[in-house]
């Protein structure tokens, strides 16, 4: 939190905002521009990519982790403050005289939405030139010559893909693939979750980042609830809770808090209650799928989670039910066939778990339903304030 805005809360600015001040400060998808904790991970980081301070390309380099570890949060905000370094020659003072190395370009991908090598290409193009790159009318061929172009006259580019190897983005090694076809001068910089060992791609350079520890963990959820909801709306106490909670995921963590406010404003109050927090981390499953995962999905996968997310209890007794039940309503232009078929296959993805329904009578077999793997309290929010924006 900046100066500024501990000023306007001892002015009074956000009394009467209910609980939430800001929304997207607490939100698991929103990453601060400095992250908090991770300076042990960034110091590696920077040692990885070294050379290219001296003008040199940078070995490639595999990130990896858990989920909810800061890969995603420190990685990309490391490359967007290189990206102002980068480009023209750089003057750094020596004791003898004054040098200018050329600093490579930094270039954030993220795989969830560039899963294919058009995206990847069209995503770093742009990132890298000057002009404006059509979404349609020009061939991935097309793309790789204009990028390859772009770094022939330009400088060197590091490229960072995040979230490989997941149900619906590339492997590493695919990634490395589509990008050193285009040419020598990329530097793959690629994350994940698994360890170099079970990855098919061997990089010059890893960078390990292991779960939050506790205290690290409670420091970032309160400097994130201090900028996100009111004053006073979640005690300390609460937080080293959550904290204690998370295992050291801040995502899930995240997910937690923002659940128990979702919550506590629904019933219209200015503090989360200690049934707000209960409710909040058992909205949260074990695993979780990460939202950011859900989000990137399709306009149409998206709009099915959301309306399972919002069917009542009845309506969720068996997969028949919930997808009758979601094909009837007016904002689903799908059949009842069509959305189990889309259901089925997002439980094959893993967003979704089967579970059998216990029933009374033992006679035939027993039903299923589709059981969420995500935060749904937070989910159709976030769902709910892209749709009005």
Not at 317 to 328: K, L, M
Request: aromatic letters at 6%; charged letters at 25%; a negative charge.
């Amino acid at each position: 939190m900046n100066i500024d805005d501990r000023i306007e809360r001892r002015l009074g600015y956000d009394t009467g905002a209910g609980v939430f001040v800001d929304f997207d400060a607490v939100s698991p998808v929103f990453h601060l521009e400095a992250p908090i904790g991770r300076g042990p991970a960034l110091e590696r980081l920077l040692d990885a990519f070294s050379p290219a301070f001296s003008g040199a390309l940078p070995p490639s380099t595999y990130v990896h982790g858990p989920k909810g570890s800061g890969k995603s949060a420190v990685v990309s905000a490391l490359f967007s403050r290189l990206t102002t370094h980068s480009g023209p020659p750089q003057a750094i003072q020596t004791s003898t005289r004054a040098v200018e190395p050329t600093l490579p370009g930094f270039v954030y991908v993220d795989a969830r939405r560039a899963s294919t090598r058009f995206r990847l290409y069209h995503d770093t193009l742009a990132a890298v030139g000057d002009e404006t790159v059509p979404d349609h009318g020009i061939g991935t061929d097309d793309l790789a010559e204009s990028l390859r172009n772009a770094i022939r006259t330009g400088p060197d580019v590091v490229v960072a893909v995040d979230h490989t190897n997941e149900p619906e983005t590339p492997s590493a090694a695919t990634v490395v693939e589509w990008l050193t076809d285009v040419s020598g001068h990329i530097v793959p910089v690629c994350l994940g979750r698994e360890p170099p060992e079970e990855i098919e791609w061997s990089p010059d350079e890893s960078v390990p980042f292991s779960r939050y520890r506790r205290h690290v963990l409670v420091e970032l959820l309160t400097s994130r609830c201090s900028t996100g909801l009111g004053r006073d709306a979640l005690t300390h106490d609460q937080v080293r809770e959550i904290g204690e909670w998370a295992s050291g995921d801040a995502h899930d963590a995240l997910a937690a808090i923002a659940g128990a406010a979702i919550r506590a404003e629904r019933a219209g109050v200015s503090t989360i209650r200690p049934e707000d927090v209960d409710a909040g981390i058992d909205e949260v499953p074990k695993p979780c799928v990460s939202l950011g995962r859900v989000l990137s999905l399709s306009d149409s996968r998206r709009r099915l989670l959301y309306e399972l997310a919002t069917l009542p209890e009845s309506d969720r007794s068996s997969v028949s039910a919930a997808t009758e039940t979601i094909a009837s309503r007016r904002r689903v232009d799908l059949s009842a066939s069509t959305v189990r078929r889309v259901l089925y296959e997002l439980a094959d993805a893993g967003l979704l778990d089967r579970v059998t329904v216990q029933r009374s009578d033992g006679k035939g077999r027993p039903p299923s339903r589709l059981v969420p793997r995500f935060p749904t309290l937070v989910y159709r929010e976030l769902f709910d304030r892209s749709a009005h924006t």
